[in-house]
């Protein structure tokens, strides 16, 4: 029987120049990488993941796009689920420490994480490995020679740590230690190239590193821009500012539409398949005149097309315009029966609307907050409810009977 038939490199230059541009903030070492993608070798290229949460989000998505684009090259994807490091939490960028996962919070939050990672990259052939495999498995011995590749000057001139210092809070010498554990994963898989968001550039030239310490060749690496989320802070589970791949289809157009107009080329360009060219082209539309809202209309679409396919696009496109087009409510709306004489902020509270009577005193004065109904503006925000639907901001609604 024949073996099965190695996958194609392919050394097209348009190609590489692109994927060595799309999205990315650093290489290191660019002409060595360059180099390694036209010489038509297959490069073991790396990714770790942490299941810190059960959905992976648009922010997330950015380096798997990357890896689908150095797959799609012939190079050999190699996908690290960090399920020990999950416990331990990635300290990167973080200014106070995260808590440490348990074995059925990770459980839990790797259900359906493959299945999310599919809808990015083909799994087909994909090396898929679980870092406990070998770090629990590790001996003290083992541990003290990972751990000398690094000193604790290093580790406290890193800029987050040297933030917490500065405001005496705590830091744990776990944390010290995640880089040398995600070093450790290159050396085990032998990685050629490793990938991650710009808020990783210490962990992946830990990598090097710790390669070098096993006498290994370095790993070149990659750095990816980050995606700010609908808040315009980084995108991040922590702060709910998410776009997640399991949104439906109408969340996820709803989102994105809420996304600063200020954003949209770089979420056309990190989180969708358009060349360059195109999205060029859409920035000249953009600084001619042209509406942002009907050009983000476009970016939402091709955005929930790559997760949910075309039929449930145009039907998310259809429900947005239907609801905050034309003002009609959706037919989901949440429905509740009150007694006459209560303040509306009290039932948006309790119905988890609004999270405090600042964030509805907020919308009033910004003239957010509107009983469609009658065509009336809420401008007291201690008004009494009424019958009726009610717009909060731009996507929250409430139907009230008064008894």
Known sequence: MFGKKKEEVITDQSKIDELLARGVEEIFVKEHLREALLSGRQLRIKLGIDPTGPAIHLGRAIPLRKLKAFQDLGHKIILIIGDFTAKIADPSDKLEKRPMLTDDDIKKNLKDYLKQIGMIINLSGVEIRYNAEWLEEMSLIELGKLLECFTVQQMSKRRNFQERMA??????????????????????????????????????????????????????????????????????????????????????????????????????????????????????????????????????????????????????????????????????????????DTNLVDILMLEQIVVSKSEFRRLVSEGAVTNMDVDEKITDADVKVKSGTYKIGKRRFIKINVL
Request: hydrophobic share 40%; aromatic share 8%; glycine share 6%.
């Open 167 to 340: 405001q005496n809070q705590e830091i744990f010498v776990s944390e010290f230690m995640y880089p040398a554990f995600q070093g450790y994963d290159s050396v085990k898989v032998e990685a050629d190239v490793e990938i991650g968001g710009f808020d990783q550039l210490f962990n992946l030239k830990a990598g090097r590193t710790v390669q070098k310490r096993f006498r290994q060749k370095e790993q070149d690496i990659m750095t990816l821009s980050m995606l700010p989320g609908t808040d315009g802070r980084k995108m991040s589970s922590l702060w709910g500012n998410v776009i997640s791949l399991l949104d439906t289809s109408e969340d996820m157009f709803g989102k994105l539409m809420s996304v600063s107009d200020g954003l949209i080329i770089q979420y056309f360009t990190l989180c969708t398949s358009l060349s360059l060219a195109e999205i060029l082209d859409i920035e000249k539309n953009l600084l001619s005149g042209v509406n942002p809202k009907k050009i983000k209309m476009e970016l939402a679409h091709e955005i929930v097309k790559i997760y949910h396919g075309e039929k449930s696009a145009r039907e998310a496109e259809e429900a947005f315009e239907n609801t905050f087009s034309k003002g009609e409510a959706p037919e989901n709306v949440v429905q509740v029966a009150v007694a006459k």
